[in-house]
């Protein structure tokens, strides 16, 4: 099985800067894919960013001159630096990771619980 622990978020002002952490765990054989999503209240989850093994990295429009994610493979984490926040970036953030478990030849998504970001003034 596959354990993400996130941590980070939080109540920020208007042009702040906020970093969100998430770190994979268990039957993992490789990991393919590491990223993170958001839901606004009243709106459906959308990408906000993601990193591959080969460390290409997509990000969404609205946020691809302010944010940038990263990655540390040996401790198999995901980061997110959040700067010049804006009102609209409040969501609740997601912490998505496709692995290949041991043992397996296919990937599995697993998803965090969420960490609620608050860009407020």
């Known amino acids: 099985q596959v354990q993400l622990v996130e941590s980070g978020g939080g109540l920020v002002q208007p042009g702040g800067s906020l970093r969100l952490s998430c770190a994979a765990s268990?039957?993992?054989?490789?990991?393919?894919?590491m990223g993170w999503y958001r839901q606004a209240p009243g709106k459906q989850r959308e990408l906000v960013a993601t990193?591959?093994?080969?460390?290409?990295?997509t990000f969404a429009n609205s946020v691809k001159d302010r944010f940038t994610i990263s990655r540390d493979n040996a401790k198999n984490t995901v980061y997110l630096q959040i700067n010049s926040l804006k009102p609209e970036d409040t969501a609740v953030y997601y912490c998505?990771?496709?692995?290949?478990?041991?043992?397996?030849?296919?990937?599995?998504?697993?998803w965090g619980q969420g960490r609620q970001v608050t860009v407020s003034s």
């Open positions: 990193v591959t093994s080969g460390d290409s990295t």
């Open positions: 268990g039957s993992i054989f490789s990991i393919n894919a």
């Open positions: 998505n990771v496709r692995v290949r478990l041991r043992g397996t030849f296919y990937d599995v998504d697993s």
